[in-house]
Each structure stands twice: as C-alpha cells, then as structure tokens.
C-alpha cells in the first residue's frame, strides 16, 4: 500500500514537474521566435565599427521614416535635434574636485558629530585617493560609467 502512495506521490511530482517545465519554456521559445534578429544599419564607430545601440537606433529611424512616409535622413536628423535638446537639458554632473570637496565636508560633518574619529575620516580620505572606492580618482563605476552612480 505504501509503495502504491509513493508511486503516486512521484508521478505527481514528475506530472507538476513537467507542467511548469513546458509554462516556462513555451513563452520562452514564443518570445524568442518573436523577436526579429537585429540587422546592420548606417551607424556606426568611428573605426567604421557598428554598435547595438547604434543599429537599434538606425532600425528604429528607418521603421519610423517608412511608417510616416519621410526620409531616414530627415527622421535621423529630427532624432539627433531631440537627443541634443535633452542633453542639453540635463543638470551638469559634478566633476572630481566637486565631489571630493563634498566628500571632505562629510566628513568633517561627522567628526564633529562624533561618528568618525579624525584618524578613521582620514583613512577613508586616503582609500579614496588610492581608488579603493569605485567611482572616485577617475576609477569607473560598475557599468561603466565615470563620476558618481544614478540615484
């Protein structure tokens, strides 16, 4: 009888098994099918080299131009007018010396609350400078970007 319950117990873990098997793999494979393959378009480095970003960007200009009925000249130009525009609109990053400034009055902050003693603030000042933190002394963040991570 024992065995007969385990036999059950099996094949209905195997049966469920299977079930989320085949409910995580059919989306999978359907998405896969869906996404079309990226082709190779006008953009690219200047070694002549193209980038994803740089083919996404040129694909999505082309669809749009032929949706709208408009050169991709025309749309690649208005796109770049729209991308200057928000750069341009963008708060300017703080540089190095910025952040280092800030960085000591952090700490002078919190020697004088009595959180840090002179002697920890000035190890970290050092282990800053030494680039044991990413993201200070020029040294790139995770991602690869210079200066201080999105917040």
Known sequence: MS???RRKHLLAGLATAGILGVGIAAPTIAFAADTPTPTPS??????G??????DRQGEFAESLAKELGVPTDKVTAALEKIR???RADRPQRPTGEDRKAALKDRLS????DGKLTQEQADAITKA???GVFPGHGGHRWPGGHAGTPSK
């Open 84 to 86: 200057d525009q928000h």
């Open 128 to 130: 800053v400078e030494a």
């Open 42 to 47: 006008a953009s690219s480095n200047a070694d």
């Open 3 to 5: 065995r007969t319950i």
């Open 49 to 54: 080299s193209s980038t994803p970003k740089a």
């Open 109 to 112: 902050q919190a020697v004088k």
